[in-house]
Nanobody
Framework: QVQLVESGGGLVQPGGSLRLSCAASGSIRDIDTMGWYRQAPGKQRELVAAIGSGKSTNYTESVKGRFTISRDNVKDTVYLQMNSLKPEDTAVFYC???????????????WGQGTQVTVSS
C-alpha cells in the first residue's frame, strides 16, 4: 500500500553532518504529519523531529539548533539535515508518515526500514 524508503545514513565524525531522505510511494491520497524517530541500542524509540502538512515543526530538546526537518509535498519526501553531530546521536533512524491511503477513510502510520547513523571518531 505505502512504502517509505530512507537513505543518507552512514558513519560521520563528531561535529560532522548528514542529510537523511525518506520518499513515500504507493496508493497515497494524502500525507499529514511526517517525522523522524531514532532508536539507540537498549533504548526506546524516540521522536527526533516532526513536520506537519502545513510545515509546522517540533524537535526533541537535544537536537534543537542542530537538526532541521523539511518536506517536499510534491515529491512526498521528508528530509532531516543533521549538523554538529554528537556520539550520542548514534542510532537507527526511522522515517514515519501519517498517511491516508486511497479508498480508505482513516489515516494510518507507516514506517521506513531504518537507516544507521553512527557518530564516532
Amino acid at each position: 500500500q505505502v512504502q517509505l524508503v530512507e537513505s543518507g545514513g552512514g558513519l560521520v565524525q563528531p561535529g560532522g553532518s548528514l542529510r537523511l531522505s525518506c520518499a513515500a510511494s504507493g496508493s497515497i491520497r494524502d500525507i499529514d504529519t511526517m517525522g523522524w524517530y531514532r532508536q539507540a541500542p537498549g533504548k526506546q524509540r524516540e521522536l527526533v523531529a516532526a513536520i506537519g502538512s502545513g510545515k509546522s515543526t517540533n524537535y526533541t530538546e537535544s537536537v534543537k539548533g542542530r537538526f532541521t526537518i523539511s518536506r517536499d509535498n510534491v515529491k512526498d519526501t521528508v528530509y532531516l539535515q543533521m549538523n554538529s553531530l554528537k556520539p550520542e546521536d548514534t542510532a537507527v533512524f526511522y522515517c514515519n508518515a501519517h498517511v491516508l491511503v486511497r479508498g480508505r477513510i482513516k489515516y494510518a502510520d507507516y514506517w521506513g526500514q531504518g537507516t544507521q547513523v553512527t557518530v564516532s571518531s
